[in-house]
């Protein structure tokens, strides 16, 4: 049996909705109950970390800061694959901010001796961590987005940094922005995936890997509903509450579902993998 699996948090404290980067982003349904939704969010980030922890991780949790409310979606924050992390490179200005943080706190678990080797992207190339590049242990190789957050030039730079192969799929959709929010390869070989978010070529590379039986579409519902982007480990699977369709859809293959509410995050564009 392997080790728990370390999964990373930030602090919800600082987040907010206060602009816009994805079409999903609302700060003027934010604005109207700004004390509320904070609240919310800090119950929701507890639901998912205790959520995440029954589900068989270890939870890390690192202080996110004062105007740089997205930092609460540290998928974003680095590709991490055995003990090497690869810091991002923010396409959007209103992000740029996180990557020294997120550079300090990696530096940090590494003194720690949580990882080896901790470097950066290199300047002008864009990739938005984790949520454009999924790690397939049954595979073992990176699926990574490119097309909309991440560049094409970030893929040479994954296999050199990883020594691993790297399925690059292009994505098309301004909606499903990330890899992680219209795909979720799961331990038992089954990829859950949004075809629509997917250029055409990208559809034949999934369908030519992923044999048909083991292919599960996801449909609009379960994509606007960020359940696609779900945190899998083992058995289980977290993920923002579920249509009943998609959680007996999962049941079914012998998936746990373990949902939960992640509606002030939702209105960010994000939920429980990010
Ligand atoms: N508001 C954030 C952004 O647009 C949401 C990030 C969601 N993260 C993810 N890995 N899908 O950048």
């Given at each position: 049996m392997n080790r728990k699996p370390t999964i990373m948090i930030t602090d919800?404290?600082?987040?907010?909705?206060?602009?816009?980067?994805?079409?999903?982003?609302?700060p003027d349904a934010w604005s109207k109950d700004r004390e509320g939704y904070r609240q919310k969010s800090l119950a929701a980030s507890d639901a998912l970390k205790c959520a995440l922890e029954e589900a068989g991780a270890e939870v890390l949790k690192i202080d996110g800061a004062a105007g740089l409310p997205d930092m609460v979606f540290p998928a974003n924050a680095a590709i991490v694959l055995d003990r090497r992390a690869l810091v991002a490179r923010f396409r959007y200005p209103e992000r740029r901010g996180e990557e020294k943080l997120f550079l300090d706190a990696f530096r940090t678990h590494k003194v720690r001796g949580l990882l080896d080797v901790v470097e950066q992207f290199p300047e002008g190339i864009f990739q938005e961590g984790a949520g454009d590049c999924i790690w397939d242990a049954g595979r073992g190789h990176f699926w990574a987005g490119f097309?909309?957050?991440?560049?094409?030039?970030?893929i040479p730079v994954i296999e050199q940094f990883f020594a691993a192969p790297v399925v690059p799929l292009e994505l098309i959709s301004e909606r499903f922005y990330h890899l992680d929010v219209c795909f979720l390869p799961l331990s038992g070989g089954e990829v859950v995936y949004y075809?629509?978010?997917?250029?055409e070529a990208a559809q034949d590379t999934i369908r030519a890997i992923v044999p048909a039986e083991k292919l599960i579409a996801a449909r609009d519902e379960d994509a606007a509903g960020f359940c696609v982007n779900a945190v899998n480990i083992g058995r289980n699977i977290v993920m923002a509450t579920p249509p009943a369709r998609l959680k007996a859809a999962l049941a079914e293959r012998g998936y746990t579902v373990m949902p939960v509410d992640l509606t002030p995050f939702m209105m960010s564009g994000g939920a429980a993998y990010c």
């Open positions: 919800a404290g600082h987040f907010e909705v206060s602009y816009v980067i994805n079409p999903w982003m609302t097309g909309q957050r991440s560049v094409r030039e970030s075809p629509p978010a997917f250029s």
